[in-house]
């Protein structure tokens, strides 16, 4: 057992209360993995962890990422800063087919090494649990090479990854003038093959124009929940491409981007229950002003996440406090909002909302012992991350 000592301020979603909640001066029992009590004067245990008075939070959780690349193409970044957009560094042969080639001809041990340094990256930064995209092998043996990568990873890393097959993320040069031929690809032997691989829990699909079109997104999400894979999207991220609608007529559990989302596309999240994941990183990376429609979202009752969006080509940012920051300058998110759209939300849009994702007992003890005393320091501190110590499952697995 370890007890978390003078913790100053913990910040954390109640799920019994329904609320983000403060609480002063506070102790934390773990045994093995689990809380096992939060509260004043507990009993004495002689493994201690003094926290300094300083503020503790739970383990990130990133709902969205892309980190099963082989090279990061900062080429792209610098073509845009002479006026190319993503879209036109796509048409001309960038963009996430680009990134394919190099992919299909890797061994895997290069590629599961990439993944664990990417992964110790994500750990420092205070994410205990992330989700990880498949999507640029874009044919069988490289999708499954991907989904295998992930998954040795997991079983090697203290960070816990949730894999999504995305073979829907692009269509690869050989089927550039066959696009029903791919899609029939996915659904009839990528889909069964991923699920009787057994790795992937959830399937995605990147909806938009020129990637693919609501009716091929619809076709490719209902075959993967036939085959048990969970639905989620890449939603009207450059046009509005009706794809929150999609999101909700195939109930997915989260929509993501959604800078161009539409009235109608907010009312069927709304109506469908669907998360919206917001990813601000990748607004700010590719130098646009046009931020996700937070304040709209929420007052119309959709559940809002935030994720990194990592990925060679549109974002480069694993840190979820630098997210933060992000979210309250520009979503115009409060801070508590931000945090919890980072941990308990984001945890539901895993389905994992039961066992992490917030501070309570009988929840796994992941947690984040910072070096500040307020929850507002980390969205101020917009450079640095302020993290002393980082906890999984109850180990400490990063110090600094
Ligand atoms: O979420 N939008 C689609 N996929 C990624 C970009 C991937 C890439 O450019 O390599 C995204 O932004
Ligand atoms: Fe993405």
Same mark, same amino acid.
């Given at each position: ?107 895997i041990s290069l590629l599961v090494s990439k993944l664990k340094s990417r992964m110790d990256s994500f750990l420092r930064y205070g994410t205990t649990t992330v989700e990880c995209k498949s999507g640029y092998g874009l044919n069988i043996e490289s999708e499954m090479k991907s989904l295998k990568a992930i ?90 491409? *009706?794809?929150?609608? !999609?999101?909700? %007529?195939?109930?997915? $559990? ?7 989302? +539409? ?54 940012i694993q840190s979820m406090p630098f997210i933060i920051s992000l979210a309250c300058l520009f979503l115009k998110m409060d801070i508590l909002d931000a945090v919890k759209a980072c941990t308990y939300t984001s945890a539901k849009s895993l389905m994992l909302e039961d066992t992490i994702g917030s501070i309570?007992?009988?929840? *796994?003890?992941?947690? !984040?012992?910072? %070096?500040?005393?307020? $929850? ?7 450079? +640095? ?16």
């Amino acid at each position: 057992m370890i007890k978390l000592e003078n913790i100053g301020s913990l910040v954390t979603y109640n799920s019994n209360l329904g609320i983000m909640d403060t609480l002063n001066d506070i102790e934390i029992i773990i045994d093995n993995d689990l809380i096992l009590e939060i509260g004043n004067n507990l009993r004495k245990i002689d493994n201690v962890i003094n926290c300094n008075h300083k503020l503790v939070t739970p383990g990130f959780v990133d709902p969205h990422t892309h980190p099963v690349f082989l090279n990061p193409r900062e080429d792209e970044f610098n073509m845009r800063l002479k006026g190319s957009t993503y879209e036109d560094i796509a048409a001309s042969g960038g963009g996430i087919r680009s990134s394919v080639s190099d992919l299909r001809n890797v061994d895997i041990s290069l590629l599961v090494s990439k993944l664990k340094s990417r992964m110790d990256s994500f750990l420092r930064y205070g994410t205990t649990t992330v989700e990880c995209k498949s999507g640029y092998g874009l044919n069988i043996e490289s999708e499954m090479k991907s989904l295998k990568a992930i998954n040795e990873v997991n079983n090697s890393h203290p960070i816990n990854m949730i894999p999504t097959f995305m073979g829907a993320h692009a269509f690869p040069q050989e089927y550039e003038k066959n696009h029903e031929g791919y899609v029939n690809l996915i659904c009839d032997e990528m889909i069964p093959k991923v699920a009787k691989q057994g790795f992937a829990v959830f399937i995605d699909v990147f909806c938009e124009k020129g990637y693919f079109n609501p009716e091929q997104s619809r076709r490719i999400l209902n075959v993967g929940k036939k085959h048990g894979l969970i639905p989620r999207m890449h939603a009207d991220e450059f046009q509005n491409s *009706k794809s929150a609608e !999609i999101a909700g %007529e195939t109930k997915s $559990i989260s929509a993501d981007h959604l800078m161009m989302v +539409s009235e109608e596309g907010i009312k069927a999240l709304y109506e469908n229950n669907v998360i919206a994941t917001l990813l601000p990183g990748t607004t700010f990376f590719l130098g646009q002003s046009n931020y996700a429609p937070y304040t709209k979202l929420k007052e119309a009752g959709v559940e809002i996440a935030l994720a990194t969006d990592f990925n060679p080509g549109s974002c480069s940012i694993q840190s979820m406090p630098f997210i933060i920051s992000l979210a309250c300058l520009f979503l115009k998110m409060d801070i508590l909002d931000a945090v919890k759209a980072c941990t308990y939300t984001s945890a539901k849009s895993l389905m994992l909302e039961d066992t992490i994702g917030s501070i309570e007992e009988g929840k *796994k003890a992941d947690l !984040i012992i910072w %070096e500040i005393d307020k $929850i507002e320091d980390v969205s101020y501190l917009v450079d +640095s991350t302020p993290i002393r110590n980082v906890l999984k499952d109850g180990s400490e697995v990063f110090t600094a």
